[in-house]
């Protein structure tokens, strides 16, 4: 088997802030494989947006910083390498997709220049060549009209579109990963599924791999190849996707389950909230962080947070009641 094109091993990120420090993520490990889609989901402050921006060296130091662990990607640990060897990695080797693509662009440049600006910093291509790839890029996101569209402002871009030109940005430079930060939060459904379907098309045909972080499962059960289920910081569960929605091992995870509005079989059966609210990271204690919203949870929860093992062929699970249910 070949090697994963990223592998990020026991990774902790921490943030100081005024009423102490924040594990925002706590020895976090998974792999992604050439063409393979890797969805990360759990509910807001769960730690999927910081551990994309630990992968791209961008947690503001300080008041973060990455306490510990490796992140290999193409047999390299990005921790290690210098800023400017970081630089040449990050926009080229590795793409991001951020969540509002309004605040992610620049106003004050045309859409065109700010496509075309990483294929010059990174391939030293001149201006002309670069505008031809931007306009080549803008057709391959299916925006309409890309030669004259280039030329326009952010602000005169309609949501989807915006999204589909940050996309466009993200694959200037042929990169090997691209990590989508909720790339449709910001979407009507039709054009989530749009955009969506997109980034999946263009990464399994350039053999781009894909981590698509969002909170919402119903999304990923269309386009993700495996799921890692993250709370409070740490992975509770990591599947296949077909293996996460069949037999689905975590409390957190059926609770996830359990919100989404189903098309198929029963449709009768009501929607089952969560209850309570997601974890104080300044006071997680000792235990299992979901123990305060579990039904299940009894006094071995108290002790220390479940180890992450694997309850069937590469499904892994962090409870210690999986056998009791």
């Known amino acids: 088997m070949t090697e994963p094109i990223l592998q990020v091993r026991d990774l902790t990120t921490r943030f100081r802030t005024d009423r102490g420090v924040v594990t925002a993520v706590d020895r976090v490990s998974f792999?992604?494989?050439?063409?393979?889609?890797?969805?990360?989901?759990?509910?807001?402050?769960?730690?999927?947006?910081?551990?994309?921006?630990?992968?791209?060296?961008?947690?503001?130091?300080?008041?973060?910083?990455?306490a510990s662990g490796e992140i290999r990607f193409e047999g390299k640990d990005l921790l290690r390498l210098k800023p400017a060897e970081m630089r040449a990695i990050r926009g080229n080797r590795?793409?991001?997709?951020?969540?509002?693509?309004?605040?992610?662009?620049?106003?004050?440049?045309?859409?065109g220049k700010q496509i075309a600006e990483p294929i010059r910093i990174h391939e030293h291509r001149p201006w002309r060549d670069a505008y031809d790839e931007a306009v080549a890029l803008l057709a391959q996101v299916q925006i309409p009209e890309p030669r004259s569209r280039v030329q326009a402002y952010p602000h005169q871009f309609s949501g989807g579109m915006r999204q589909r030109a940050m996309i466009a940005m993200a694959l200037a430079c042929k990169p090997k990963?691209?990590?989508?930060?909720?790339?449709?939060?910001?979407?009507?459904?039709?054009?989530?599924?749009?955009?969506?379907?997109?980034?999946?098309?263009?990464?399994?045909?350039?053999?781009?791999?894909?981590?698509?972080?969002?909170?919402?499962?119903?999304?990923?059960?269309?386009?993700?190849?495996?799921?890692?289920?993250?709370?409070?910081?740490?992975?509770?569960?990591?599947?296949?996707?077909?293996?996460?929605?069949?037999?689905?091992?975590?409390?957190?995870?059926?609770?996830?389950?359990?919100?989404?509005?189903?098309?198929?079989?029963?449709?009768?059966?009501?929607?089952?909230?969560?209850?309570?609210?997601p974890p104080d990271l300044t006071a997680l204690g000792q235990g299992c962080a979901f123990r305060p919203r579990c039904k299940l949870a009894n006094e071995t929860c108290d002790q220390a947070p479940p180890p992450l093992r694997e309850i069937s062929h590469q499904h892994l699970n962090a409870c210690f009641l999986h056998d009791a249910y």
């Open 31 to 66: 792999d992604v494989n050439a063409g393979e889609t890797l969805a990360i989901v759990g509910e807001s402050g769960s730690g999927k947006s910081v551990t994309a921006l630990s992968i791209l060296g961008l947690i503001p130091q300080p008041p973060g910083e990455i």
């Open 94 to 111: 590795i793409a991001m997709i951020f969540q509002e693509p309004m605040s992610s662009m620049n106003p004050a440049l045309t859409v």
């Open 177 to 277: 990963l691209i990590i989508a930060d909720e790339p449709t939060t910001a979407l009507d459904v039709t054009v989530q599924a749009q955009i969506l379907d997109l980034l999946k098309t263009l990464a399994q045909k350039s053999g781009t791999a894909l981590i698509l972080i969002t909170h919402d499962l119903g999304v990923v059960a269309r386009y993700a190849d495996r799921v890692a289920v993250m709370y409070g910081g740490r992975l509770v569960e990591m599947a296949s996707a077909e293996a996460l929605y069949r037999h689905p091992a975590h409390p957190y995870t059926r609770g996830l389950i359990a919100c989404v509005p189903r098309l198929d079989g029963d449709t009768s059966q009501p929607l089952v909230p969560i209850d309570g609210q």
